[in-house]
Protein backbone atom coordinates (compact mmCIF):
# COMPACT_ATOMS: atom_id res chain seq x y z
CA UNK A 1 0.00 0.00 0.00
CA UNK A 2 1.00 3.35 -0.82
CA UNK A 3 2.27 5.40 2.09
CA UNK A 4 0.25 8.62 2.28
CA UNK A 5 2.92 11.05 2.33
CA UNK A 6 3.32 9.85 -1.48
CA UNK A 7 -0.53 10.20 -1.26
CA UNK A 8 -0.39 14.03 -0.10
CA UNK A 9 2.05 14.69 -1.85
CA UNK A 10 -0.55 13.99 -4.95
CA UNK A 11 -3.24 15.27 -2.94
CA UNK A 12 -1.21 18.86 -2.87
CA UNK A 13 -0.19 18.81 -7.03
CA UNK A 14 -3.95 18.53 -7.68
CA UNK A 15 -4.31 21.17 -5.27
CA UNK A 16 -2.12 23.66 -6.51
CA UNK A 17 -2.91 22.49 -10.43
CA UNK A 18 -5.18 25.31 -12.51
CA UNK A 19 -6.18 23.16 -14.80
CA UNK A 20 -6.14 19.11 -14.08
CA UNK A 21 -7.40 16.52 -16.71
CA UNK A 22 -7.63 12.76 -15.83
CA UNK A 23 -6.58 9.86 -18.55
CA UNK A 24 -8.21 6.68 -17.53
CA UNK A 25 -7.62 3.47 -19.47
CA UNK A 26 -9.12 -0.52 -18.71
CA UNK A 27 -7.14 -0.59 -15.52
CA UNK A 28 -9.60 2.07 -13.45
CA UNK A 29 -12.42 -0.38 -14.54
CA UNK A 30 -11.02 -3.84 -12.84
CA UNK A 31 -12.37 -2.59 -9.64
CA UNK A 32 -16.11 -2.52 -11.37
CA UNK A 33 -15.28 -6.93 -12.31
CA UNK A 34 -14.16 -5.45 -15.89
CA UNK A 35 -11.05 -7.02 -17.40
CA UNK A 36 -8.86 -5.47 -19.28
CA UNK A 37 -8.17 -6.10 -22.43
CA UNK A 38 -4.33 -6.24 -22.45
CA UNK A 39 -1.97 -7.41 -19.21
CA UNK A 40 -1.73 -11.28 -17.99
CA UNK A 41 -5.26 -12.29 -17.64
CA UNK A 42 -6.59 -9.56 -20.10
CA UNK A 43 -9.40 -10.66 -22.99
CA UNK A 44 -6.38 -10.93 -25.37
CA UNK A 45 -5.12 -13.94 -23.80
CA UNK A 46 -8.50 -15.85 -24.41
CA UNK A 47 -9.46 -14.75 -27.68
CA UNK A 48 -7.20 -13.32 -30.48
CA UNK A 49 -7.43 -9.80 -31.83
CA UNK A 50 -6.37 -10.52 -35.03
CA UNK A 51 -9.33 -12.65 -35.08
CA UNK A 52 -12.58 -10.49 -33.90
CA UNK A 53 -10.78 -6.83 -32.52
CA UNK A 54 -10.33 -5.32 -36.15
CA UNK A 55 -12.76 -3.78 -38.69
CA UNK A 56 -11.02 -6.36 -41.44
CA UNK A 57 -12.19 -8.95 -39.12
CA UNK A 58 -15.31 -7.58 -38.11
CA UNK A 59 -15.92 -7.57 -42.38
CA UNK A 60 -14.76 -10.91 -42.84
CA UNK A 61 -16.51 -12.43 -40.43
CA UNK A 62 -19.35 -10.97 -38.19
CA UNK A 63 -20.47 -14.11 -37.00
CA UNK A 64 -17.57 -14.86 -35.11
CA UNK A 65 -17.22 -10.96 -33.95
CA UNK A 66 -20.76 -10.92 -32.53
CA UNK A 67 -19.81 -14.34 -30.88
CA UNK A 68 -17.08 -12.31 -29.12
CA UNK A 69 -19.72 -9.48 -28.83
CA UNK A 70 -22.28 -11.73 -26.50
CA UNK A 71 -19.34 -13.44 -24.34
CA UNK A 72 -18.02 -10.22 -23.51
CA UNK A 73 -21.10 -7.48 -23.83
CA UNK A 74 -23.14 -8.79 -20.45
CA UNK A 75 -20.20 -8.07 -18.14
CA UNK A 76 -19.70 -4.61 -19.51
CA UNK A 77 -23.36 -3.90 -19.69
CA UNK A 78 -23.72 -5.28 -16.60
CA UNK A 79 -21.15 -3.41 -15.03
CA UNK A 80 -21.36 0.03 -12.19
CA UNK A 81 -18.97 2.48 -11.31
CA UNK A 82 -16.40 1.71 -8.41
CA UNK A 83 -14.92 4.20 -5.95
CA UNK A 84 -12.03 5.58 -8.58
CA UNK A 85 -14.94 6.65 -10.75
CA UNK A 86 -16.95 8.21 -8.18
CA UNK A 87 -13.76 10.00 -6.30
CA UNK A 88 -13.44 11.37 -10.03
CA UNK A 89 -16.79 13.00 -10.09
CA UNK A 90 -16.09 14.23 -6.22
CA UNK A 91 -13.22 16.08 -8.06
CA UNK A 92 -15.16 17.70 -10.77
CA UNK A 93 -17.70 18.18 -7.96
CA UNK A 94 -14.94 19.91 -5.65
CA UNK A 95 -13.42 22.17 -8.74
CA UNK A 96 -10.32 20.09 -8.87
CA UNK A 97 -10.98 18.12 -12.41
CA UNK A 98 -11.72 19.13 -15.71
CA UNK A 99 -12.28 16.86 -18.67
CA UNK A 100 -11.83 12.88 -18.25
CA UNK A 101 -10.23 11.31 -21.34
CA UNK A 102 -11.04 7.65 -21.47
CA UNK A 103 -10.18 4.82 -23.43
CA UNK A 104 -13.41 2.88 -21.75
CA UNK A 105 -16.06 1.92 -24.16
CA UNK A 106 -17.67 0.97 -20.71
CA UNK A 107 -18.95 4.19 -19.86
CA UNK A 108 -18.66 4.40 -16.11
CA UNK A 109 -17.34 7.83 -15.65
CA UNK A 110 -20.67 8.82 -16.84
CA UNK A 111 -22.57 6.50 -14.76
CA UNK A 112 -20.46 7.48 -11.95
CA UNK A 113 -21.72 11.22 -12.54
CA UNK A 114 -18.62 12.39 -14.32
CA UNK A 115 -19.19 14.98 -17.06
CA UNK A 116 -17.15 16.63 -19.54
CA UNK A 117 -15.86 12.70 -20.58
CA UNK A 118 -13.72 12.54 -23.72
CA UNK A 119 -14.53 8.59 -25.23
CA UNK A 120 -11.09 8.01 -27.76
CA UNK A 121 -12.37 4.58 -28.22
CA UNK A 122 -16.19 5.13 -28.68
CA UNK A 123 -18.75 3.28 -26.93
CA UNK A 124 -21.42 0.48 -26.22
CA UNK A 125 -24.39 3.35 -26.05
CA UNK A 126 -25.58 3.12 -30.20
CA UNK A 127 -24.61 0.72 -33.02
CA UNK A 128 -24.35 1.97 -36.79
CA UNK A 129 -25.21 0.19 -39.73
CA UNK A 130 -21.93 -0.52 -41.91
CA UNK A 131 -23.57 -0.22 -45.57
CA UNK A 132 -26.16 2.88 -44.70
CA UNK A 133 -24.31 4.63 -41.78
CA UNK A 134 -27.70 4.97 -39.89
CA UNK A 135 -26.84 5.50 -35.95
CA UNK A 136 -29.15 3.77 -33.49
CA UNK A 137 -29.08 3.31 -29.75
CA UNK A 138 -28.06 -0.18 -28.55
CA UNK A 139 -31.30 -0.14 -26.03
CA UNK A 140 -33.52 0.28 -29.37
CA UNK A 141 -32.16 -3.56 -30.02
CA UNK A 142 -32.80 -4.91 -26.35
CA UNK A 143 -32.18 -8.63 -28.22
CA UNK A 144 -29.05 -7.78 -30.10
CA UNK A 145 -27.05 -9.88 -27.43
CA UNK A 146 -29.51 -12.73 -27.03
CA UNK A 147 -29.93 -13.68 -30.93
CA UNK A 148 -27.68 -15.99 -32.24
CA UNK A 149 -27.75 -14.70 -36.30
CA UNK A 150 -25.75 -11.55 -37.05
CA UNK A 151 -27.75 -8.38 -35.90
CA UNK A 152 -29.09 -6.40 -39.56
CA UNK A 153 -29.86 -2.83 -39.78
CA UNK A 154 -33.80 -2.42 -39.89
CA UNK A 155 -33.44 0.27 -42.67
CA UNK A 156 -31.02 -1.63 -44.91
CA UNK A 157 -30.29 -4.85 -43.72
CA UNK A 158 -26.92 -3.94 -43.48
CA UNK A 159 -24.86 -5.35 -40.80
CA UNK A 160 -24.85 -3.80 -37.69
CA UNK A 161 -21.57 -2.91 -35.54
CA UNK A 162 -21.09 -1.28 -32.03
CA UNK A 163 -20.05 2.25 -32.17
CA UNK A 164 -16.40 1.14 -30.77
CA UNK A 165 -13.04 1.77 -32.46
CA UNK A 166 -11.63 -1.44 -33.78
CA UNK A 167 -8.27 -2.19 -34.67
CA UNK A 168 -7.83 -0.35 -37.74
CA UNK A 169 -9.61 2.18 -37.50
CA UNK A 170 -9.22 5.86 -36.58
CA UNK A 171 -10.06 7.25 -33.43
CA UNK A 172 -12.52 10.07 -33.35
CA UNK A 173 -11.40 13.06 -34.77
CA UNK A 174 -13.80 15.04 -32.96
CA UNK A 175 -12.82 13.48 -29.60
CA UNK A 176 -9.57 13.13 -30.19
CA UNK A 177 -9.18 16.66 -31.45
CA UNK A 178 -10.85 17.98 -28.37
CA UNK A 179 -8.58 15.77 -26.07
CA UNK A 180 -5.37 17.29 -27.70
CA UNK A 181 -6.76 20.80 -26.98
CA UNK A 182 -7.35 19.50 -23.19
CA UNK A 183 -4.16 18.15 -22.51
CA UNK A 184 -2.13 20.84 -24.04
CA UNK A 185 -3.54 23.30 -22.17
CA UNK A 186 -3.56 21.21 -18.60
CA UNK A 187 -1.36 22.00 -15.85
CA UNK A 188 -1.70 18.43 -14.06
CA UNK A 189 -2.69 15.36 -15.99
CA UNK A 190 -3.37 11.98 -14.22
CA UNK A 191 -2.85 9.15 -15.88
CA UNK A 192 -5.31 5.95 -14.23
CA UNK A 193 -5.23 2.41 -15.10
CA UNK A 194 -3.46 2.74 -18.72
CA UNK A 195 -0.43 1.09 -19.46
CA UNK A 196 0.31 3.65 -22.64
CA UNK A 197 0.53 1.09 -24.97
CA UNK A 198 -1.72 2.25 -27.62
CA UNK A 199 -0.76 4.99 -29.82
CA UNK A 200 -2.22 7.52 -30.59
CA UNK A 201 -3.98 7.79 -27.39
CA UNK A 202 -0.38 7.09 -25.25
CA UNK A 203 0.88 10.43 -27.27
CA UNK A 204 -1.34 12.18 -24.63
CA UNK A 205 0.73 12.33 -21.93
CA UNK A 206 3.97 13.14 -24.14
CA UNK A 207 2.03 16.26 -25.41
CA UNK A 208 1.07 17.33 -22.04
CA UNK A 209 4.29 16.81 -20.74
CA UNK A 210 5.63 19.13 -23.84
CA UNK A 211 3.11 21.85 -22.67
CA UNK A 212 4.22 21.58 -19.06
CA UNK A 213 2.03 19.61 -17.11
CA UNK A 214 3.26 17.61 -14.57
CA UNK A 215 2.01 13.95 -15.03
CA UNK A 216 0.85 11.68 -11.82
CA UNK A 217 0.20 7.97 -12.62
CA UNK A 218 -1.69 5.55 -11.17
CA UNK A 219 -1.38 1.91 -12.06
CA UNK A 220 -1.24 -1.36 -9.69
CA UNK A 221 2.64 -1.97 -10.49
CA UNK A 222 5.33 -0.55 -12.84
CA UNK A 223 4.73 0.04 -16.64
CA UNK A 224 5.44 1.92 -19.45
CA UNK A 225 3.33 4.83 -18.42
CA UNK A 226 6.24 5.45 -15.29
CA UNK A 227 8.50 7.23 -18.09
CA UNK A 228 6.53 10.12 -18.50
CA UNK A 229 5.30 10.19 -14.96
CA UNK A 230 6.74 13.08 -12.71
CA UNK A 231 5.79 10.44 -9.64
CA UNK A 232 4.01 7.06 -9.97
CA UNK A 233 1.47 5.80 -6.91
CA UNK A 234 0.93 1.67 -7.33
CA UNK A 235 -1.62 0.44 -6.14
CA UNK A 236 -5.61 -0.16 -7.39
CA UNK A 237 -7.42 2.81 -8.64
CA UNK A 238 -10.14 2.16 -6.78
CA UNK A 239 -8.17 2.29 -3.80
CA UNK A 240 -5.84 5.35 -4.53
CA UNK A 241 -7.92 7.88 -5.91
CA UNK A 242 -10.30 7.59 -2.94
CA UNK A 243 -7.05 8.06 -0.79
CA UNK A 244 -6.17 11.06 -2.71
CA UNK A 245 -9.62 12.72 -2.55
CA UNK A 246 -9.88 12.23 1.26
CA UNK A 247 -6.34 13.94 1.55
CA UNK A 248 -7.79 16.59 -0.35
CA UNK A 249 -10.48 17.09 1.81
CA UNK A 250 -8.34 17.08 4.93
CA UNK A 251 -5.58 20.10 2.74
CA UNK A 252 -8.43 22.16 1.20
ZN1 LIG B 1 -28.53 0.35 -42.87
Not at 59 to 73: C, Q
Amino acid sequence: MEAYTAILEAAEYVKKSRRTVAFTGAGISVGSGLMTFRGKDGIWKRFDPAEVGSIQAFLENPERFWRFAREIGPELLGSKPNPAHLALTQLQHLGLLGSIITQNIDGLHQAAGSVDVIELHGNIRSVSCVSCQAVTPSSSHPHILDQHSVPRCDACGGLLRPDIVLFGEKLPQEAYTLALRRVRSCTLLLTIGTAMEVSPASDLPLIAKEGGARIININPSPSEADNYADFSLYGPSEEIVPRIVHALNVIL
